[in-house]
């Protein structure tokens, strides 16, 4: 970037840093987006008359309220509950919740500023938003989190509906949660509507949702390799986090011949040098979904190496899927990766990659899949159901899983047609920063200054 325009950056910082105060992750998510955006926007003059930057960093509304609820030792419980409506340009809000005791309103806003910019690529007509609580469902009985998300949901249910807001998973929160999240607002509301994705599948939820996002990252990275005529067969794959997205990474990968051989959790990684199977994925679902236990009991298990607190960026590997959490990837762990020849990055979580880390991948000039492209086949898939609730008739799993594959090809396409540079080097960062406004600023110019 010239001079000029990083001092018009810094500026433009300057003034959000000290509106949003404290708010590290939202500051990091809307300088990546800026830096991108400036010089386009330098080219486009109405965008910068319409203030749109102003506008799309300033939440249209944000919530904050009190859950309280009683544990099984009958103490009160007292936690904070949000949601960010971030944008409704080009739909209802959507976005996901995340119960982890980190959650605060600058996580909250980075993510939610994130999903408008995602939810844009996906094509469909959803707007940005993200919710949550600093609720921490480690060690909670069935009981806890049932008692937990009803509290949550007598607040959050005056504020969403299927038409206003629609939230959904994030870390923290599966189908066991959404279940009890959507039975109380059915019991509130007294109304069986799609205002929530990541149903069950008796109760109005779409086949493909739980795998979408691991399947998506798997699609994008495929994407991204065929521009180097290269596939998934046969290429090593580590994997962060041993969650929902981790999971059906490794399922996708396994699937296109690929050999994962990592994942984690907060407290260390495996490292299983024959790879991931089928069998072994089985054994990790039941651990993490149903005993809900810890990842070295798959190196107890299988016999193989557990590295405690450590992230598994040191092991050697073709691909990474960096699917755990914020900032997971660091400058050292970047350099790491690089050098033992790691060649594509793809963000199943949310913003895994510190911009140092970014800076790494982009000099390297490796596929560098950003989570706002490569993770949006999760909320693409909710969009999904969610036509599919309004039709109240559900597609088969093949026919969610074209849709998907056609969309993540979509995402990859407009990356390219945005982020490539004159050299013929696709920058994903600026693709899908650049393709994911388009849409939402015109929106927001077409329906005036609101
Ligand atoms: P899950 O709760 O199912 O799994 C999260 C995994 O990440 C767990 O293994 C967890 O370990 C680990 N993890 C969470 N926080 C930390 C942390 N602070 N440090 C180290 N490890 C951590 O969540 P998901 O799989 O749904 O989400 C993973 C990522 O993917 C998130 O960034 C999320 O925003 C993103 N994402 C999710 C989508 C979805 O559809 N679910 C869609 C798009 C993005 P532990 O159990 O020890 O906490
Ligand atoms: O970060 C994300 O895109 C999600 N957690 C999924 C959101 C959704 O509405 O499906």
């Given at each position: 970037m010239s001079d000029i325009l990083d001092v018009k950056v810094n500026e433009f910082m300057a003034k959000l840093i000290a509106r949003n105060p404290g708010e590290s992750e939202f500051h990091q998510a809307v300088q990546e987006v800026i830096e991108s955006l400036w010089p386009f926007i330098e080219d486009n003059p109405k965008y910068k008359s319409t203030k749109i930057l102003e506008r799309m960093t300033e939440p249209e509304r944000v919530l904050m309220f009190r859950v309280p609820w009683v544990d099984d030792n009958g103490e009160i419980q007292v936690n904070r509950g949000f949601r960010i409506e971030m944008n409704s340009a080009i739909g209802p809000y959507k976005g996901g919740l995340r119960f982890h005791p980190t959650v605060n309103l600058g996580i909250l806003k980075f993510l939610a500023f994130e999903q408008v910019f995602k939810n844009s690529l996906t094509s469909l007509p959803m707007g940005g938003g993200k919710g949550g609580s600093d609720?921490?469902?480690?060690?909670?009985?069935d009981n806890e989190i049932m008692k937990f998300c009803q509290s949550f949901m007598t607040e959050l249910q005056r504020h969403?509906?299927?038409?206003?807001d629609v939230p959904a998973g994030d870390i923290g929160v599966g189908g066991r949660e959404i279940g009890y999240l959507f039975g109380q607002y059915k019991r509130i509301v007294n109304e069986f509507t799609?205002?929530?994705?990541?149903?069950g599948l008796e109760w109005g939820g779409s086949l493909i949702r739980p795998e979408a996002t691991g399947y998506g990252a798997v699609y994008f990275a495929n994407e991204m390799l065929k521009t180097r005529?290269?596939?998934?067969?046969g290429k090593v794959a580590v994997v962060s986090g041993s969650g929902n997205v981790a999971q059906y990474t490794v399922e996708k990968l396994l699937q296109f011949g690929g050999k994962p051989v990592t994942l984690s959790d907060s407290a260390g990684f495996i490292y299983d040098p024959d790879g991931i199977s089928m069998e072994k994925l089985q054994y990790v679902m039941e651990l993490k979904n149903?005993?809900?236990?810890?990842?070295?009991e798959y190196a107890d298990k299988f016999k193989v190496k557990y590295v405690e607190g450590?992230?598994?960026?040191?092991v050697k590997c073709d691909l990474a899927f960096p699917s755990a959490?914020?900032?997971?990837?660091n400058e050292e762990d970047a350099k790491e990766l690089v050098k033992n020849g790691c060649f594509i990055v793809s963000e199943g979580?949310?913003?895994?990659?510190?911009p140092e880390a970014v800076e790494v991948f982009l000099e390297a000039k490796i596929l560098y899949g950003p989570g706002k492209a490569a993770n949006a086949g999760g909320v693409a898939t909710s969009g999904l159901e969610m036509t599919q609730n309004s039709m109240r008739l559900p597609w088969t799993r093949e026919e969610v899983d074209e849709r998907l594959q056609h969309i993540m090809k979509n995402i990859h396409e407009t990356c390219v047609k945005y982020g490539k540079d004159s050299s013929g080097f696709i920058n994903y960062v600026n693709g899908a920063n650049i393709g994911g406004f388009i849409k939402v600023a015109d929106a927001m110019i077409a329906q005036g200054v609101v």
């Open positions: 609720f921490d469902p480690k060690g909670k009985s969403i509906g299927q038409d206003t799609g205002v929530l994705t990541g149903k005529n290269e596939g998934i067969k149903i005993k809900r236990g810890r990842i070295q450590e992230r598994p960026w040191n959490t914020q900032n997971e990837i979580a949310n913003m895994p990659s510190t």
